[in-house]
């Protein structure tokens, strides 16, 4: 499997959520890695992206809120969401940044209410 997230469901806003994806070690250990999202009827957006070393960027809409980190040894990206919005609904992917041609899957979608 070269990319498989989860974590996602369902939650009230102002909650929190952890999301996990898992990734071949080939393009873990060589790719920045991000986040990315998809709303309904919306172009995917980057959500927060870091590098091999740890130097993270956010896009505007998450900062302050969500917190990107990477386990090198487990291959393993997350994303820490706190204060969530009902606009964070959206079907969550991890990918490289910038995408190489990675299969997307089917991502892991995070529903929040108002």
């Known amino acids: 499997v070269q990319l498989q997230a989860s974590g996602g469901g369902f939650m009230q806003a102002g909650g929190s959520l952890r999301l996990s994806c898992v990734a071949s070690?080939?393009?873990?250990?060589?790719?920045?890695m991000a986040w990315y999202r998809q709303a309904p009827r919306k172009q995917r957006e980057m959500v927060a992206v870091?590098?091999?070393?740890?130097?993270?960027n956010y896009a505007d809409s998450v900062k302050g809120r969500f917190t990107i980190s990477r386990d090198n040894a487990k291959n393993t990206l997350y994303l820490q969401m706190r204060s969530l919005k009902p606009d964070d609904t959206a079907v969550y992917y991890c990918?490289?940044?910038?995408?190489?041609?990675?299969?997307w899957g089917q991502g892991t979608q995070v529903t929040v209410s108002s």
């Open positions: 870091i590098t091999t070393g740890g130097v993270t």
């Open positions: 990918n490289t940044w910038p995408d190489v041609g990675l299969s």
């Open positions: 070690a080939t393009t873990f250990s060589t790719n920045i």
